[in-house]
Each structure stands twice: as structure tokens, then as C-alpha cells.
């Protein structure tokens, strides 16, 4: 069966372009594309991006606010996951507006 395709609309895909064109933020959604599938600690990614914690929280918000990462939260701990549905979509909606 197939799978209904995520639509985006214009103000999603400008919030997505807008927090994907920080190099920190990109670089924790790759990491976080590393992890397959699975959601990764505040602390892993903390120690991937080389940044304080409140900056760390500030960039998470920003890929949160996009759909770009879901947040799991567990007491004072939290994990994220990457939605890779949403930048699936993302790429789509790049290919059909500027292709």
C-alpha cells in the first residue's frame, strides 16, 4: 500500500529553508540522519555540535518549530528524532517549485 505523500505549504517550506540554512542546525540534522531511525540524547547531540547547552536549546527549537525534529520528553531528558517524512516533503516541494 502505498504511502500518502506529505504536501507542505509555502509558509512551512520558507520556515524549513530558514532553519536549514544555519550551518549548526544542518549539521545536527545529519547527525541526527545518522542515527537510523532512532532519537538522539540532548548530551550525544550536545557533544556532536560543540555548543552550550542553551544554544543547543535554541537551535533544537528553531528544527522543532520547522517539523524538521520531533522531541521526546522523559522527566528532565529529552531525545530527538528526525522527521524524515517532512524533509522528504521539503525536497519535493523544492523539486516542483524550481524545477
Given at each position: ?29 545529519k547527525y541526527l540522519g545518522d ?65
Open positions: 500500500m502505498a504511502s500518502k505523500q506529505k504536501k507542505l505549504t509555502e509558509d512551512q517550506a520558507q520556515l524549513i529553508a530558514r532553519a536549514l540554512a544555519d550551518p549548526r542546525r544542518y549539521q545536527i540534522l542515527q537510523d531511525q532512532a532519537s538522539a540524547a540532548c548530551g550525544s547531540i550536545l557533544a556532536c555540535a560543540g555548543i552550550t547547552p542553551p544554544t543547543l536549546s535554541h537551535h533544537m527549537k528553531e528544527l522543532e518549530t520547522a517539523g524538521l525534529v520531533e522531541a521526546t520528553r522523559k522527566g528532565k531528558y529529552v531525545s530527538y528524532l528526525l522527521r524524515r517524512d517532512v524533509l522528504e516533503a521539503f525536497l519535493e516541494r523544492l523539486k516542483s517549485d524550481l524545477v
